[in-house]
């Protein structure tokens, strides 16, 4: 992260340089650097911490314009005129963005180019209102009451005190539970949702609180322009440049937008002003030339290349070695008794076209029990883990799930299972692979824990107790295998669930992380939680599963103790093979 020293030495820099050197031309350059940090900032709350690409952003900066100036024809300050512009993009914000929000990658962008069109059009053909292709000049009323000057320095106030209330306002989301919630949900939509978070929600929660801001900004560069009109207004040139920004700065960083605009504005402006009509549209390729370089040279933007800077030299100080993981270990004399029922599955039926890939499934799970599935490839176990934790719908039958309170519930969404304490690791981890360890771990603590030290607190003592303690700083990305399925089943169980799904948890892993994983499943047995685990390694599942069901083509085709289990010849023919029971004895 940027050190809070060289950030106020670049913001000291934006009001003191012009303030200094007194000229109207690098005045306007600062304001206009102010104004584009701002709506790049804004629009990254979205575009990177969200993820939603969007090249519609001039929608609301447009909205902000036209609102703060046909109020202030009306005789309203356009201080009011502000706020009413971000109450319409708001409005248009969510009501253009859910429908969006299925489509992703390149149909969203192109979605909010073509509402982008839309508002253009709109301004177009409102004539009366927005005075259509001839535009909206601003009554010429000076003072602060209009937000209208002859003097630069309190438009530079201005556009510096939105920049940094847009800076604020981002670094409290992304430092907050909403931030980790974006960021989870732009990595993996799906472990976002197993998690808990209202994937959906919080991206509206996003893009309402960037459309407010970039209208702000709207209204008071209208007020700065003294001139509007739709082509410059709902641009689509407009909302590139705010994303170019901050893809040159680093995307999703907080302060990555205000970089980009940093060296960016100063390089074009000064072209646009020294060339002038000869080289019209230069800074667009001035964009241009910049932004490949950034891709082939710094692909995670300027403030890719500061962290790697300040990384390196932190860990130069760090000694590597192998450091141990510290899974608890258990005693199995310690397990407290298996209790009453606390899951109920019943009759469940799925159809994938013709294919009937869970026929008649039922079970029950009992508190403090570990229930192995089992079956070969194909036999509907994944399928039927989808639908006891609310990521699809069976075509019949029920999931029933005792809640905290004693009371049987049908929960029907991941959110609503991961509400009443049900919690899933998936079969192809599904880390948050630009998040670290603590951070993965804490999107999981912050379903009970809202604060964030609580969360990170809970987040610390379960990663030591998954035995990733030493990796707590460092990116999901760079994990092993075998610490990605720890990370996992670290990242549910700071949920605090009761009932935990594993999926395939030891599959792939070397003998030592499954004996890991082994006392790891005991430990966590031995606090009380019910757990219902898919596994091949049939090592893992003789020593842990209290009963074991095997599944095959869809269909239950054995229940009941372990032991018991392997020996059914059911069981051999279409699952274990006679070399299993060689081996046994
Ligand atoms: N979304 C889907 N659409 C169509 N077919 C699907 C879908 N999901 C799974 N299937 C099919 O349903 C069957 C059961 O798949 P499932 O993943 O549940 O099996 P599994 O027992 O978990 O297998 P594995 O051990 O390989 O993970 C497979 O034939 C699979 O191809």
């Given at each position: 992260?940027?050190?809070?020293i060289?950030?106020?030495?670049?913001?000291?820099?934006?009001?003191l340089?012009?303030?200094m050197?007194?000229?109207?031309?690098?005045?306007?350059?600062?304001?206009t650097?102010?104004?584009?940090?701002?709506?790049?900032?804004?629009w990254?709350?979205?575009?990177?911490?969200?993820?939603?690409?969007s090249?519609?952003h001039?929608?609301?900066?447009?909205?902000?314009?036209?609102?703060?100036v046909?109020?202030m024809?009306?005789?309203?300050?356009?201080?009011?005129?502000?706020?009413?512009?971000?109450?319409?993009?708001?409005?248009?914000a969510?009501?253009?963005?859910?429908?969006?929000?299925?489509?992703?990658g390149?149909?969203?962008?192109?979605?909010?180019?073509?509402?982008?069109?839309?508002?253009?059009?709109l301004?177009?053909?409102?004539?009366?209102l927005?005075?259509?292709?001839?535009g909206?000049m601003?009554?010429l009323?000076?003072?602060?009451?209009?937000?209208?000057f002859?003097d630069r320095?309190?438009?530079?106030?201005?556009?510096?005190?939105?920049?940094?209330?847009?800076?604020?306002?981002?670094?409290?989301?992304?430092?907050?539970?909403m931030?980790?919630y974006?960021?989870?949900?732009r990595e993996?939509?799906?472990?976002?949702?197993a998690a808990?978070?209202?994937?959906?929600?919080?991206?509206l929660?996003?893009?309402?609180?960037?459309?407010?801001?970039?209208?702000f900004?709207?209204?008071?560069?209208?007020?700065?322009?003294?001139?509007?009109e739709?082509a410059?207004m709902?641009?689509?040139?407009?909302?590139?440049?705010i994303?170019?920004f901050?893809?040159?700065?680093?995307?999703?960083?907080?302060?990555?937008p205000?970089?980009?605009?940093?060296?960016?504005?100063p390089?074009?402006?000064?072209?646009?002003?020294?060339?002038?009509?000869?080289?019209?549209?230069?800074?667009?390729?001035?964009?241009?030339v910049?932004?490949?370089?950034?891709?082939?040279?710094?692909?995670?933007g300027?403030?890719?290349?500061?962290?790697?800077?300040?990384?390196?030299?932190?860990?130069?100080?760090?000694?590597?070695?192998?450091i141990?993981?510290?899974?608890?270990?258990?005693?199995?004399?310690?397990?407290?008794?298996?209790?009453?029922?606390?899951?109920r599955?019943?009759h469940?039926?799925?159809?994938?076209g013709?294919?009937?890939?869970?026929?008649?499934?039922?079970?029950?799970?009992?508190?403090?029990?570990?229930?192995?599935?089992?079956?070969p490839?194909?036999?509907?176990?994944?399928?039927v883990?989808n639908?006891?934790?609310?990521?699809?719908?069976?075509?019949?039958?029920?999931?029933?799930?005792?809640?905290a309170?004693?009371s049987?519930?049908?929960?029907?969404?991941?959110?609503d299972?991961?509400?009443?304490?049900v919690?899933?690791?998936?079969?192809?981890?599904?880390p948050?692979a630009?998040?670290?360890?603590?951070?993965?771990?804490?999107v999981?603590?912050?379903?009970?824990?809202s604060?964030?030290?609580?969360?990170r607190?809970?987040?610390?003592?379960?990663?030591?107790?998954?035995?990733?303690g030493?990796?707590l700083?460092?990116?999901?990305?760079?994990?092993?295998?075998?610490?990605?399925?720890?990370?996992?089943?670290?990242?549910?169980?700071?949920?605090?669930?009761?009932?935990l799904l594993?999926?395939?948890v030891?599959?792939?892993?070397?003998?030592?992380?499954?004996?890991?994983?082994?006392?790891?499943?005991?430990?966590?047995?031995?606090s009380?939680?019910?757990?219902?685990?898919i596994?091949?390694?049939?090592q893992?599942?003789?020593?842990?599963?209290?009963?074991?069901?095997?599944l095959?083509?869809?269909?239950?085709?054995?229940?009941?103790?372990?032991?018991?289990?392997?020996?059914?010849?059911?069981?051999?023919?279409?699952?274990?093979?006679?070399?299993f029971i060689?081996?046994?004895?």
């Amino acid at each position: 992260m940027l050190k809070a020293i060289p950030l106020a030495v670049i913001l000291a820099s934006l009001l003191l340089i012009p303030v200094m050197v007194g000229n109207q031309f690098v005045y306007h350059i600062f304001i206009t650097i102010c104004i584009f940090a701002a709506l790049s900032t804004a629009w990254n709350i979205v575009g990177g911490f969200a993820g939603q690409l969007s090249l519609g952003h001039a929608i609301f900066y447009g909205i902000g314009a036209y609102t703060g100036v046909i109020l202030m024809n009306m005789g309203i300050s356009p201080w009011i005129g502000m706020f009413a512009g971000a109450a319409i993009a708001v409005v248009a914000a969510v009501i253009i963005s859910y429908p969006c929000f299925r489509l992703h990658g390149p149909f969203f962008a192109l979605a909010t180019i073509a509402f982008l069109e839309v508002f253009r059009v709109l301004a177009l053909h409102w004539r009366e209102l927005t005075g259509g292709a001839t535009g909206l000049m601003i009554p010429l009323q000076i003072g602060w009451e209009w937000m209208v000057f002859r003097d630069r320095l309190p438009q530079l106030l201005i556009a510096f005190g939105l920049l940094l209330l847009t800076l604020a306002i981002a670094w409290w989301i992304r430092s907050h539970r909403m931030g980790f919630y974006l960021v989870a949900t732009r990595e993996r939509e799906s472990a976002a949702l197993a998690a808990g978070v209202g994937t959906v929600r919080v991206r509206l929660a996003a893009v309402a609180v960037s459309a407010a801001l970039t209208a702000f900004v709207g209204t008071f560069h209208a007020m700065y322009l003294t001139f509007i009109e739709p082509a410059a207004m709902f641009s689509l040139q407009m909302s590139i440049q705010i994303a170019m920004f901050a893809l040159i700065g680093g995307l999703g960083t907080v302060f990555g937008p205000l970089l980009g605009a940093v060296l960016l504005v100063p390089i074009s402006e000064l072209a646009r002003g020294w060339l002038g009509a000869h080289a019209l549209g230069l800074h667009g390729f001035v964009y241009g030339v910049v932004l490949m370089l950034v891709v082939l040279f710094m692909p995670n933007g300027l403030m890719g290349l500061i962290s790697r800077f300040t990384k390196q030299r932190r860990e130069r100080g760090v000694s590597a070695g192998t450091i141990a993981a510290s899974a608890a270990t258990s005693d199995a004399s310690q397990r407290a008794p298996i209790g009453s029922d606390v899951m109920r599955v019943e009759h469940l039926q799925k159809h994938f076209g013709g294919l009937h890939v869970t026929n008649d499934v039922g079970f029950t799970l009992r508190e403090g029990e570990i229930l192995g599935l089992i079956g070969p490839n194909g036999a509907g176990k994944t399928t039927v883990f989808n639908m006891i934790s609310g990521f699809l719908k069976p075509d019949s039958g029920s999931v029933t799930v005792r809640a905290a309170d004693g009371s049987w519930q049908s929960p029907a969404t991941p959110g609503d299972f991961a509400t009443i304490g049900v919690g899933r690791t998936f079969q192809i981890v599904q880390p948050f692979a630009a998040m670290t360890v603590e951070e993965n771990i804490m999107v999981g603590a912050f379903h009970r824990y809202s604060d964030v030290e609580e969360a990170r607190e809970v987040a610390r003592e379960t990663a030591e107790r998954m035995g990733l303690g030493p990796w707590l700083h460092a990116e999901a990305r760079g994990l092993t295998i075998g610490g990605l399925k720890r990370l996992e089943v670290a990242r549910v169980m700071a949920m605090k669930p009761r009932i935990l799904l594993l999926d395939e948890v030891m599959a792939g892993i070397n003998q030592t992380d499954v004996r890991r994983a082994i006392d790891l499943m005991k430990s966590i047995r031995e606090s009380g939680v019910s757990i219902v685990a898919i596994e091949h390694v049939m090592q893992a599942v003789m020593s842990l599963s209290d009963r074991v069901i095997v599944l095959n083509s869809g269909k239950i085709i054995a229940e009941g103790e372990p032991r018991e289990v392997v020996k059914d010849p059911v069981v051999v023919e279409a699952y274990l093979g006679k070399e299993f029971i060689d081996a046994q004895a």
